[in-house]
């Protein structure tokens, strides 16, 4: 006779998914090769460029197919992946240009610092926002699932949770980094700095799906500092220009360009 247990049991075999799974070792090894010819030579030796970019591009074209692949086979959907691809290339040059300047900020700003090699090979703030660049391209182009993935090895590795869909602009900063949260609408200026235990979030989320879509995480202007702690909420929050956030500041409303935010919630301008 049988019981409500091997009913349910059954009713699985008879519909488990197929194929649902990226393998990890294809999102490392994308993650690698698209590294290896934005820092070529820091990852791995070689001895003809011209033969080591071709090889690198050649690994990418493979494993995005392959990605792309396991993404249609898990959303049941179809991607224009050649085209995809070729995009993805010519986004790029644009990554690396950006790169440059986070790896700038990370140097000019932090006097610990001995080398931008060291910032490339040692530093988990910039691992995580090479990651976002990349999966932040990637979501650009409208492929589901894979961005997100991305994003989330690197939290896994770093303690730093950037969505993919965030927006982050030119020399970007940030510094030690563990605990970092920003949120899927936020939207970041130029010349940003955030500390370790940042959350750039949203207020209640208690409605759930009906939120989609909507702009739910603030917007921090060109040339703001965040320090460490500090806990910014809601998608109509913006902190204006010039404006430093002190450490274990609770935010939930805009502040004004060229102000000081303490813990007490106390306000004052920039001293010039």
């Known amino acids: 006779m049988e019981n409500k247990f091997t009913v349910w049991l059954d009713n699985k075999k008879n519909n488990i998914y197929e194929n649902s799974l990226i393998d990890t070792s294809d999102l490392v090894s994308f993650l690698d090769n698209v590294k290896s010819i934005i820092f070529p030579g820091y990852l791995e030796y070689f001895n003809d460029i011209s033969e080591f970019f071709e090889n690198k591009v050649n690994n990418i074209k493979q494993l995005l197919t392959k990605l792309i692949t396991n993404v249609e086979q898990i959303e049941k959907c179809k991607l224009e992946k050649n085209k995809i691809i070729t995009e993805f290339l010519n986004c790029i040059p644009e990554i690396d240009d950006l790169l440059k300047t986070d790896i700038d900020a990370l140097f000019e700003g932090d006097p610990a610092a001995k080398s931008k090699t060291e910032i490339i090979l040692c530093y988990p703030g910039l691992q995580a926002i090479v990651v976002h660049r990349i999966a932040h391209s990637l979501h650009l182009l409208g492929i589901p699932i894979l961005p997100r993935a991305l994003s989330e090895y690197a939290h896994s590795k770093t303690g730093i949770d950037i969505h993919p869909a965030s927006t982050i602009g030119k020399y970007f900063f940030i510094d030690h980094g563990t605990g970092i949260v920003i949120g899927e609408t936020c939207v970041i200026g130029e010349h940003v700095k955030i500390y370790q235990g940042v959350t750039l979030g949203a207020l209640s989320l208690r409605e759930g799906q009906k939120l989609k879509g909507t702009k739910r995480h603030?917007?921090?202007?060109?040339?703001?500092?965040?320090?460490?702690?500090?806990?910014?909420?809601?998608?109509?929050?913006?902190?204006?220009?010039?404006?430093?956030?002190?450490?274990?500041?609770?935010?939930?409303?805009?502040?004004?360009?060229?102000?000081?935010?303490?813990?007490?919630g106390q306000k004052k301008k920039h001293l010039k």
């Open 218 to 264: 603030p917007t921090i202007m060109d040339n703001v500092t965040i320090y460490s702690g500090a806990s910014i909420f809601g998608g109509e929050t913006i902190i204006g220009e010039n404006t430093t956030i002190g450490s274990s500041a609770f935010i939930t409303s805009s502040v004004e360009s060229n102000m000081i935010v303490t813990i007490q």
